[in-house]
């Protein structure tokens, strides 16, 4: 019984990059004591040991692209008691979901020499699309430091620290001055989740938002004062598919 | 950095001075990184009979902790220069948004001393591992540049005579699809497979590597060539070696310069990038109209041309061991792909593996 008292961890990947799961091996301080306050169970990326399921705490990252993932999905839901997607992919559909936009078998056949052997759904669809999710966490990647934390909430039953306002509040409180207001430099801060800490505007660049939209953006005033900068049409419409909120093209 | 590099080719802009040493003491915070995270936490637990890591920890903690805190400079070199570890964003066509003051950077150089220390210490500890008895006869393709062990920039030479220009890579090379997978894998034409990454490097550029990681090597019993693709793992400490002695050189020659990137004026044009990631040459190609929008891109990835390779190692391997237990010829197979540092999605620890014997 001692063996299994502490809640037992999952990680899991479908269509994506690995960036999100290897911000856990990048928690270099905390990384042992992660490791000490849960049974790592699942977690292939970093270990050979697979412990059967059910797991108390599964975290999920990248989006669903092929038949099979649509079906796996439904067995990593049905083996946690508690899931939360991490990271673009999950949460939004990722950088795949540029697919949703165009027919994807065009793009098979400009990437792939044997079309014929790829298997694949027409469009990359997050995991809120398919199974019921508990929480989810932004980002591309997402913030190591927030991963840390819902951890952190979960284990001792308390709510997490993860706030839904928008990129500018995280300007104002690390003290960078507005890009746009100062330098008419474009930023998609006002629309954009927070959770990075602002890192682009503290070095310059224009946020280009790939923490996905916060709640309710305010996209129209947003565009209309990128106009007023000298951004073109076509510069707008791409800003604006660069993170596909999951309504978009469903 | 391939596709920066690629841009700026297509651009006919050249980045040098400090503005390239920002560069390629980025390339050094993250060959550390992923070096570190390779030798300790991913490759390591196989030869020690461990499953990962944390089981490490249990019983050796001060290595495991050696291993973090590498990985952590390396890191925080990454962070510093490009804003975060893991897709950084500070690093643009023409050269950087944000380039640091030499302040922000000299507190770095106590702990990549020691950094270097500990990688010399990770050369002596590798050469202790088992390492079965394996030398394939490779093709080794590396990227080779007149004065430095290349990262950022060089010719594409191989160990059978190959010398070209990056811009003639796809004269040389295409990439395959086999039925049984979704990764394409690469092929030097009329030669076959071919091998990239640290071991490559290594045999290709023994001569470029600093003193003190030449010195490394050679206290590990190693000489100018290792054809033992398990003994990565040594060429790995060595090159971690090499990275933290170029970051500290880096750091103290840095003087910050005076403009961030230099003047970057979008036009139609095709331009082709190559530089060492870690696991090996990452080759990028891309076609720009005349507002400068990607009309074209093509990505050659290290794991790629590393694929073919892989499986004809499998294959060699089972053959010369297949009186092994099912167990372990099983975990050894997993050690024969992880000995390529595969791209961290392919590293899973997850073999299946169906023995017929006749």
Not at chain 2, 192 to 206: D, E, I, K, M
Not at chain 2, 350 to 357: A, D, N, Q, S, T
Request: charged content about 20%; overall charge neutral; hydrophobic content about 35%.
């Amino acid at each position: 019984m001692a063996r299994h008292a502490k809640p037992r961890l999952a990680v899991w990947k479908f269509s994506s990059c690995d960036g999100c799961q290897l911000s856990l091996l990048d928690c270099e301080d905390e990384l042992l004591a992660v490791a000490g306050a849960v049974e790592i169970a699942n977690f292939p990326e970093a270990s050979r040991a697979i412990g059967k399921g059910p797991y108390d705490l599964s975290l999920v990252e990248g989006s669903i692209t092929t038949p099979h993932d649509a079906e796996r999905i439904h067995r990593v839901r049905r083996l946690s008691k508690f899931l939360i997607t991490i990271g673009a992919c999950a949460t939004a559909g990722g950088i795949q979901a540029l697919r949703n936009f165009h027919d994807v078998r065009s793009y098979i056949s400009a990437v792939y020499p044997s079309p014929e052997f790829i298997e694949t759904l027409s469009k990359s669809t997050p995991i809120s699309d398919h199974v019921k999710v508990d929480m989810e966490l932004r980002g591309c990647p997402i913030n190591k430091y927030q991963l840390v934390e819902i951890l952190s909430a979960i284990l001792n039953k308390r709510k997490p620290g993860i706030s839904s306002h928008s990129v500018c509040i995280e300007c104002k409180r690390r003290g960078t001055v507005c890009l746009m207001v100062a330098q008419g430099i474009p930023c998609l801060g006002p629309v954009t989740h927070a959770g990075c800490g602002a890192i682009c505007p503290s070095y310059n660049r224009g946020c280009y938002g790939c923490f996905g939209p916060k709640e309710t953006p305010n996209t129209e005033s947003l565009a209309a004062q990128l106009t007023v900068l000298g951004v073109s049409d076509p510069d707008i419409v791409r800003a604006r598919g660069r993170a596909p909120h999951p309504d978009q093209g469903a | 950095m391939s596709s920066v590099h690629a841009m700026e080719n297509a651009l006919g802009i050249t980045v040098d001075g400090p503005l390239r040493a920002l560069r390629r003491l980025l390339y050094c915070g993250e060959w550390i990184e992923s070096h570190a995270l390779h030798v300790y936490l991913l490759h390591a637990p196989d030869f020690l009979g461990y499953e990962d890591a944390i089981q490490i920890a249990r019983d050796h903690p001060a290595v495991v902790q050696r291993a973090l805190q590498l990985k952590k400079i390396g890191n925080e070199i990454v962070a510093t220069l490009g804003g975060r570890e893991i897709h950084p964003i500070n690093v643009r066509v023409g050269g950087f948004y944000r380039v640091p003051a030499k302040s922000e950077l000299t507190p770095l150089l106590d702990r990549l001393q020691w950094a270097r220390d500990a990688s010399v210490e990770t050369v002596r500890w590798a050469a202790t591992l088992p390492f079965p008895e394996f030398e394939p006869d490779y093709e080794f393709v590396a990227l080779r540049h007149p004065d430095e062990y290349p990262i950022n920039e060089g010719r594409v030479v191989s160990s059978t005579g190959l010398d070209i220009a990056v811009h003639e890579y796809e004269e040389h090379f295409f990439e395959e699809h086999a039925k049984h997978s979704n990764a394409l894998r690469s092929v030097h034409k009329n030669h076959g497979a071919y091998h990239v990454g640290p071991l490559a490097r290594y045999n290709l550029n023994f001569d470029r590597l600093s003193p003190v990681a030449q010195s490394a090597a050679r206290d590990a019993g190693l000489t100018n060539v290792c054809r033992n693709p398990f003994k990565s793992i040594i060429v790995r400490g060595v090159e971690l070696v090499q990275a933290c002695d170029e970051a500290v050189r880096l750091i103290q020659e840095y003087t910050m310069p005076g403009q961030a990137a230099v003047p970057v004026v979008p036009h139609a044009g095709t331009g082709y990038g190559c530089t060492e990631a870690p696991r090996g040459i990452l080759y990028h190609r891309y076609r720009l109209d005349e507002q400068g929008i990607i009309t074209e891109a093509k990505i050659v990835p290290p794991t790629s041309q590393n694929q073919k390779q892989i499986e004809s190692d499998l294959r060699q391997f089972v053959a010369s061991h297949i009186d092994l237990p099912d167990e372990k010829l099983t975990w050894q197979c997993e050690q024969v792909v992880r000995n390529y540092d595969p791209c961290i999605s392919c590293a899973t620890h997850f073999l299946k593996l169906h023995i017929e014997r006749e």
